[in-house]
């Protein structure tokens, strides 16, 4: 049990460096809301404090609010993103001295830890990088630069020389997962038989996706949803976010202007835009399904994979955690590969899918319904496999995120798939 709290203390700490490296700026910074899509960044830090005290110290500890009268300033239901600006937020010395005091309880909580509440520490150091990479999205959207400092390159080389796509066999799959650490949209493991499909060895490059705006992609309603195509028009949107062209094609990234690396995964695209590039290239996008079968089933073992390279996190086989502040090359990670010989399915870009969000058969709210089930339905589009800025605490093969198929400000890509 020792072992057990050192490492639940090393991960809450860990979170917090990052959430509070994300949030050394200056104070007019941390309260400027930089579009209505996101939340001041001072709201995320005094939210993540207020979640952990809620499950971690009232929930599993029995402790009495600290600051109830907070309780519905930082109640993301209670109050939408556009909002939250004119809220009486607390403001950044007193947000830092807040959630130093949560976290500071329960660091000493620990020493009680049961194997019962384990799942709610857990849960609350994923929901904290989560939003440490909604933290990274405002980022994004600043006009100034970031501050943050991007690391060398470090891709690994491609390794052998792999196919455009790689063909995954029909049958059953167990997809979804028991593991205690999982939350309650990917529960319980069930069999899905899934058709034989062929999938994108590697995700849509900038170079495919360049190739797709010159053959007028942008101007040719006939490869889009009919709601896509309206949101097209309506924003008049002729490359990705962040795109522009000056003789050649630019972006912003984080505050500064560079070339856009032709070798990388395309990010900052819709649901909509990774939907008409697939019918653009005679394809389409795979189902979830598709793409968890492809990511984690072992044919010859007859068995579903923690991650796509075994059941043991390596960090040297995947792009995650904010390593890098952008996509690796693609082709990049050959040791990470599925079974099946896909790469980067975990990292580099989260991946648009054709399903909408809804429970599993057998689905069992955990631990509220606010976090998944409220979600369900039609109009939210589940993406898979984690980005660059993913925290690995966050990127099981199982793991689904979900957002409406127009938001772009995501750390979002995809790869394509067809029938056989």
Known sequence: MDALRERIAAELVAARERSHLL???????????????????????????????????????????????IDG????????????????????????????TVR????????????????????????????????????QLRKEPSGLTDRPADDPTP????????????????MGTDDPEAYDNERPAHVVDVPPFFIDTVPVSNADYMAFIEDGGYA????????????????????????????????????????????????????????AYARWAGRRLPTEAEWEKAARWDESAQRSRRYPWGDI?????????????????????????????????????????ATDFHGYPGFQVKPYKEYSQVFFGPDYKVLRGGSWATDPAAARGTFRNWDYPIRRQIFAGFRCARSV
């Open 23 to 69: 949030t050394a700026l200056e104070d007019r910074d941390l309260t400027t809301q930089v579009s209505p899509l996101m939340s001041p960044l001072v709201w995320d830090l005094a939210h993540v404090g207020n979640y952990e005290e809620l499950w971690l110290l009232r929930v599993a500890g029995g402790v009495e609010p600290l600051r109830p009268e």
């Open 73 to 100: 300033l930082y109640d993301a239901f209670e109050h939408p993103r556009a909002s939250r600006p004119s809220l009486p937020l607390l403001p950044p010395d007193e947000a830092r001295a807040y959630i130093g």
């Open 104 to 139: 500071s309880m329960v660091l000493d909580s620990l020493k009680d830890l049961r194997e019962d509440r384990l799942f709610l520490y857990e849960m609350v150091i994923q929901h904290e990088h989560q939003h440490d990479e909604t933290m990274l999205a405002t980022h």
């Open 159 to 174: 390794g052998p020389p792999f196919p455009p796509e790689t063909f995954i066999p029909g049958g059953p799959f167990e």
């Open 220 to 275: 040719r309603a006939e490869w889009w949803d009919p709601r896509g195509w309206a949101w097209r028009c309506e924003k008049d949107a002729n490359a990705p976010a962040f795109w522009f062209r000056e003789g050649v094609w630019l972006r912003r990234r984080f505050g500064d202007v560079e070339p856009v690396p032709p070798d990388q995964a395309v990010q900052h695209v819709s649901w909509y835009e990774a939907d």
């Open 313 to 353: 996190y390596t960090p040297e086989r995947a792009n995650l955690g904010q390593r890098r502040l952008q996509p690796s090359k693609t082709g990049s990670f050959s040791s990470g590969a599925s079974p099946a010989g896909v790469r980067q399915l975990l990292g580099d870009v989260w991946e648009w899918t």
